[in-house]
C-alpha cells in the first residue's frame, strides 16, 4: 500500500494506538510505503500531510520490522518497530526525526 501525502496515513497512526500493535501487523502484513510531498520548509510534518524537505519516502516491511529509507538518491536500511515508525510519521519534522533518533551514528 503506498500513501502519498495527504491523510491516510492517519489511519495506520491511529490503529497502532490499539493495546497489541503486534496484532494489527498479523493482519496487515502488506508493506507500508509513506511518500511525503516535497515541503518548502523544514518542519512542516503532520499526521494529516506527510511533508518533508529530506526524506523522500519510507517503506516499511511489517513482518521483518524493517524499513527502507530513501533520501536523495540513496537507500537505507533501519530496524524499526512499529511505534518507532508511528513516532516517526507523528513527527514535527521528518528529517530532523530521522537524524536525531534513526540514523546511525
Avoid: D
Avoid at 501525502?5 to 502484513?29: D, M, Q, R
Avoid at 520548509?41 to 511533508?51: F, L
Avoid at 533520501?71 to 513516532?87: C, F
Amino acid at each position: 500500500m503506498c500513501w502519498i501525502g495527504y491523510g491516510p496515513y492517519e489511519k495506520f497512526i491511529k490503529k497502532l494506538a490499539v493495546a497489541n500493535p503486534s496484532l494489527l501487523f498479523k493482519t496487515k502484513s502488506e508493506p507500508q510505503e509513506f511518500v511525503p510531498v516535497r515541503a518548502a520548509t523544514p518542519g512542516r510534518n503532520t499526521p494529516e500531510r506527510a511533508a518533508s524537505t529530506f526524506i523522500g519516502k519510507i517503506r516499511c516491511l511489517p513482518y521483518s520490522q524493517m524499513s527502507f529509507v530513501h533520501i536523495g538518491n540513496g537507500s537505507y536500511v533501519y530496524p524499526m518497530r512499529e511505534q518507532q515508525l508511528a513516532a516517526w510519521l507523528k513527527s514535527k519534522s521528518l528529517g530532523q526525526h530521522y537524524n536525531n533518533y534513526i540514523k546511525l551514528k
